[in-house]
């Protein structure tokens, strides 16, 4: 998905690269022209020095004595022998000094100008994964917003049509059909309800688990049995292998939810062959594996198979159905009462495996 940085903070990157380059270039000319004025005062004070000498040694002064007697106001300068003569000139050391001040100059431009560089290359890259994330988002979104609309308007059209069915044509033999229609549209329409109403209560903190020591074994037949009076044909392609009981750590009220988002998941995604749940102890975990045979998903799609509003495939093609929030909202549930899920898969076309541990009772720290 291509991403476009918003104008205004193109401007400003632009406009904070251009003080940098501009802060950088004056005080790399400062520091030249420093360098240029102590050069010069030196060539004045040597000229100075010159004249100086020249006048003393003018009255009869011999030039070494006429140096020892002017030489301490000039430093910098230094007599050069020149046969039995000498002459003056600027000194190493002087020089040394002033290149050492020139260099650190410098380096000094050079270590800010790379540093804020550095932090300008670290801040545009910050807020090109922010303009990124955003986009993702507003897209997500604005998809979950389609998405939606679409889950309640085909089972409030179908029982329309199955309402107007019966108005118009009464068939007590057709009845029962009807009914079973919509009963299985309405299932569909509160399962989508109770997530979007699971998620805000998440994100208001208004959701609290209360995790205690159950017969998970117990509770997730229970929570099967409701699925599969939900689902009318789930006996088919669900295959289950259960303890006849395991004691865990866990909420009884979230166990629902969970079970539930994974099967739905499984049969959205699972092409129809058959999927297999078991439990199971393993070390200190109670572990519930849901496996299909179905599309699976690669790397790059298992880094957010849990983020919100996420739904395998093209975010902008999208056809199959889904809000995108039950595999977030299981994994938020698991996280509440102590529990961890994790997914694998071999690639598309090989199915997927979801795991969810839970403590074992007496395990939990």
Do not use: C
């Not at 009884?252 to 439990?279: C, T």
């Not at 994994?331 to 199915?351: N, P, V």
């Amino acid at each position: 998905m291509g991403t476009r940085l918003p104008l205004w903070i193109l401007l400003v990157a632009a406009l904070f690269l251009a003080q940098l380059s501009w802060w950088g270039y004056t005080l790399w000319t400062r520091g030249e022209a420093q360098y240029q004025i102590g050069f010069r005062n030196l060539q004045q004070m040597k000229a100075l020095a010159d004249i100086e000498l020249d006048d003393r040694m003018a009255d009869g002064t011999p030039a070494r004595d006429a140096w020892r007697a002017i030489g301490a106001r000039f430093p910098g300068i230094a007599p050069v022998p020149q046969g039995d003569e000498f002459e003056l000139q600027i000194g190493a050391d002087a020089l040394e000094a002033l290149g050492r001040e020139r260099r650190k100059r410098q380096s000094m431009v050079a270590g800010e100008g790379s540093f804020f560089l550095a932090l300008w290359g670290v801040a545009l890259w910050f807020l090109l994964r922010a303009a990124r994330r955003e986009t993702r988002l507003a897209l997500q979104e604005s998809n979950f917003l389609h998405a939606v609309t679409h889950e309640f308007r085909s089972p409030l059209q179908s029982m329309r049509l199955a309402v107007e069915s019966l108005i118009r044509r009464p068939d007590p033999q057709r009845a029962p059909v009807y009914a079973q229609g919509m009963l299985e549209d309405l299932t569909r329409l509160d399962g989508l309800v109770e997530n979007v109403l699971a998620v805000g209560r998440l994100d208001a903190k208004a959701f609290e688990t209360t995790p205690r020591r159950l017969d998970l074994a117990e509770a997730v037949r229970q929570e099967l049995g409701r699925f599969q009076a939900r689902v009318p044909g789930s006996q088919e392609w669900l295959e289950v292998d259960l303890p006849e009981q395991l004691q865990a750590e866990a909420d009884p009220a979230a166990l629902g939810p969970i079970l539930s988002n994974l099967l739905e998941n499984a049969r959205k995604y699972g092409d129809g062959k058959p999927v297999r749940l078991s439990l199971e102890a393993h070390n200190a975990y109670a572990v519930l594996r849901l496996s299909d045979q179905g599309r699976g998903f690669n790397a790059e799609e298992k880094r957010r198979l849990f983020d919100r509003f996420w739904r395998a495939g093209d975010e902008r093609v999208r056809t199959a159905p889904g809000s995108g929030l039950g595999l977030y909202l299981v994994r938020e549930l698991a996280r509440a009462q102590g529990a961890t899920i994790s997914a694998s898969s071999d690639g598309h076309g090989r199915g997927a495996t979801f795991t969810v541990r839970w403590p074992l009772a007496g395990e939990r720290a």
